[in-house]
């Protein structure tokens, strides 16, 4: 019985692992998907236009 008891801990976190990367799968795309795109979208537009109002405007020309 003592192999029952070294296997049992691999299997459990094995079944949570399988789990874990059907619900990371199951999560993409679909009307999550529009939703994180504009959240990524916005974030980038601000980074940008953070980026163009601190850079310099003629630095040397």
Same mark, same amino acid.
């Given at each position: 019985?003592?192999? +029952?008891s070294a296997l +049992?801990?691999?299997? +459990?976190?094995? &079944?949570?692992?399988?789990? %874990?990367? &059907?619900?990371? +799968?199951?999560?993409?795309?679909?009307?999550?998907?529009?939703? *994180?795109?504009? &959240?990524?979208?916005?974030? %980038?537009?601000?980074? *940008?236009?953070a980026r163009q109002a601190s850079a310099?405007?003629?630095?040397?020309?």
């Amino acid at each position: 019985m003592d192999y +029952v008891s070294a296997l +049992v801990p691999p299997v +459990v976190m094995a &079944v949570f692992f399988i789990g %874990l990367i &059907v619900t990371i +799968v199951k999560s993409q795309g679909g009307a999550n998907k529009a939703k *994180e795109d504009g &959240v990524v979208d916005a974030a %980038l537009a601000r980074v *940008e236009a953070a980026r163009q109002a601190s850079a310099p405007k003629d630095a040397g020309a």
